[in-house]
Each structure stands twice: as structure tokens, then as C-alpha cells.
């Protein structure tokens, strides 16, 4: 008698699931750019001492003496010198960006102690945004009057009759000059601190 059992049929394999292509290797999302702003402020307060020292060194090293004739006694010549400490603008220039030179000690370091402890960096960048402000018109306020003496000294004024020196004093002139130059420099540093220190304040509050 022939069996009735049928052989077992073999099921159809179920579908295989039609796997997706292999994703490309996951795209890192962008990292942003941390700007350390706290390193740049340190930079540009170094730059601002090496300016203000600079301009003090250059000023204060400008006297030059000459042979001139003195005025009323005609034919009669004696020397002369022009130094900084003759003029109370220059001496108000030298006093100013001194000061400004112990400032831009005293900020580094407390910009520095923001790097290595930012836990205080408010109250810093506060004090910073106040300090940079008074000392830009400072300096400002010190390169206009030693820019005023220089520009009498290299022009004259003949309304008044004051005559023109640097024909005659022109090494004085021209350090009086490179002096105002980088007196000029450092406001625009502090210009620069200030906006930076407020710009990061407010990014802190913000955040």
C-alpha cells in the first residue's frame, strides 16, 4: 500500500529584505571655530605696552642742541637745546602714555588670570570695557596736544609770529614725530580692546 505521506515541501525562502547600499561613512556635523578671544586681548595688550613704551623712549630721547641766533641781540649765536620737558604738552604726552604703559601691565596680567581661571571673565571684561574707554581718551587727548606742539614746530604760526623750529631742530622733529605715530597706534589698540571686550561681554550675557 503506497504511503499517503506527501513529501514535505520545502517553503519558498521568505523574501529577502532588499538591504539599503551602505551609507557612506557619516559626515562629521561642522565643527564652529572657537575664537579665543581671551589670547587675542593678551596679544593686543602686549602690543599696547610695546607702543606706549616705545613712543615714552623715542620722546624722551628727542632733545637735539644747536647753534641759533638769539633773538634781539643780532649776530650774536649761542646753543640751544629743545628737549621734551621745555613744553607742557610733551610733558602731558610723556605722563600719559607712561601711565598708559603701567595700565596695559596691570591688564595683561589680569587678562592672562581670565585665561587660566575664565571664572571671573565677566567681571574683567567689564572693568576692561570702562578702563579702555578712559584711557583712549587719554591717549587721545595727549597725542592731539603733543600733534598741535609738533605741527606749530614744523609750520609756525605767522598770525602770532611764532616761527617754525624744525628747519633748524629737525632730529628733534622727527622723533617728535615717530613719538605722536606711536602714540596714535596705541588709541587705535585701545579703541580695539574696548570694542572687543564689550563685543565678548555681551556674547557671555547673551549665551
Excluded at 506527501?6 to 565643527?31: F, Y
Excluded at 621734551?84 to 601691565?105: D, K
Aim: with cysteine.
Amino acid at each position: 500500500m503506497a504511503s499517503t505521506d506527501k513529501p514535505a515541501v520545502v517553503s519558498e525562502s521568505a523574501p529577502k529584505s532588499e538591504a539599503g547600499p551602505p551609507e557612506a561613512e557619516a559626515v562629521a556635523a561642522p565643527t564652529k571655530f572657537a575664537f579665543n578671544y581671551s589670547l587675542v586681548d593678551v596679544a593686543l595688550r602686549i602690543l599696547l605696552f610695546a607702543a606706549a613704551l616705545s613712543s615714552v623712549v623715542v620722546m624722551v630721547t628727542s632733545k637735539q642742541t644747536e647753534v641759533v641766533p638769539v633773538p634781539g641781540l643780532p649776530g650774536v649765536m649761542l646753543p640751544f637745546q629743545a628737549k621734551f620737558n621745555h613744553s607742557p604738552a610733551l610733558i602731558y604726552f610723556v605722563a600719559a602714555l607712561s601711565v598708559t604703559g603701567l595700565y596695559s601691565i596691570i591688564t595683561t596680567l589680569a587678562s592672562l588670570s581670565v585665561v587660566l581661571k575664565p571664572v571671573y571673565s565677566k567681571a574683567f571684561l567689564l572693568a576692561f570695557a570702562f578702563l579702555d574707554v578712559v584711557f583712549v581718551g587719554i591717549v587721545a587727548s595727549a597725542t592731539g596736544a603733543a600733534g598741535g606742539v609738533a605741527y606749530i614746530g614744523l609750520k609756525g604760526n605767522s598770525h602770532v609770529r611764532w616761527n617754525k623750529i624744525c628747519n633748524v631742530y629737525d632730529k628733534f622733529c622727527r622723533y617728535n614725530a615717530s613719538s605722536i605715530a606711536l602714540a596714535l597706534f596705541a588709541a587705535v589698540l585701545l579703541v580695539l580692546l574696548s570694542m572687543m571686550s564689550t563685543f565678548t561681554l555681551y556674547k557671555k550675557i547673551r549665551d
